[in-house]
């Protein structure tokens, strides 16, 4: 069954301070990973989108890391900010018949406090 | 101005009554999707078409319901069979772009609509 997981659960870091969520999954074929950010009560939004043969993608604070081999992904923030609060998904798609569904980890819930 | 939209963003059902959540995209997209989201749980797939008058169930169909007589739009039916239908509702649409380094399925969502039973 493909299954992605998240860890932490969630953390609390101080302004200004870096931290790293991690994924682990094991969907197969493998088609893409994404991490996306969820303010509360709003819809994602995606922050970066790597395939099998990409293991680093950057957009802005956010640098995404991709192990294919260890079906492993980080998500790196650098120098929070307070508006980095929110929840982190790390989503994950099979290829499978022209269809691209992808499954969804729980979510890191990040908390930046001043 | 392109995007995918949602309305309500809050909608109240009584027992025994179905409704309907609205979805539209002007992005072009052919896919589309509907979520539920849980408090604590990740996002669960309701519904997805890839293509006009063609839908597909997901991990939790049962007691809702779907068309696809447009492109643009891909309302979801919350009936009165799904007995705990308090949650956050995401649609979401799609294109399958392909790079040098492989295939890419950009999701984009909507802002949600929250439906909550009285």
């Known amino acids: 069954k493909n299954q992605v997981e998240q860890s932490p659960q969630s953390l609390i870091i101080l302004e200004g301070k870096n931290c790293t969520l991690q994924c682990n999954y094991t969907v197969s074929p493998f088609s893409n990973l994404r991490w996306y950010k969820q303010d509360t009560g709003r819809g994602p939004v995606s922050l970066t989108i790597?395939?099998?043969?990409?293991n680093t993608k950057s957009n802005g604070r956010y640098t995404a890391t991709l192990d294919a081999d260890t079906k492993q992904s980080s998500l790196h923030i650098t120098a929070s900010q307070l508006s980095d609060s929110a929840s982190y998904i790390c989503v994950v798609s099979g290829a499978s018949g022209g269809s691209y569904i992808p499954t969804f980890g729980r979510g890191t819930s990040l908390i930046v406090h001043p | 101005d392109g995007g995918i939209t949602q309305s309500p963003k809050y909608l109240f059902r009584k027992e025994g009554q179905n409704v309907t959540l609205s979805c539209e995209q002007n992005l072009n997209h052919d896919a589309m999707y509907w979520y539920r989201q849980d408090p604590g749980q990740g996002l669960r797939l309701i519904y997805y078409s890839q293509i006009v008058n063609d839908f597909q169930k997901g991990d939790i169909a049962e007691g809702y319901s779907v068309s696809r007589e447009k492109k643009e739009s891909f309302p979801l039916t919350v009936t009165s069979a799904q007995k705990n239908p308090t949650a956050f509702y995401l649609c979401?649409?799609?294109?399958?772009?392909?790079?040098?380094?492989?295939?890419?399925?950009?999701?984009?969502f909507g802002p949600g609509t929250r439906l909550l039973v009285l």
């Open positions: 790597m395939t099998f043969s990409e």
């Open positions: 979401a649409s799609s294109i399958v772009g392909r790079s040098t380094s492989g295939t890419q399925e950009t999701q984009y």
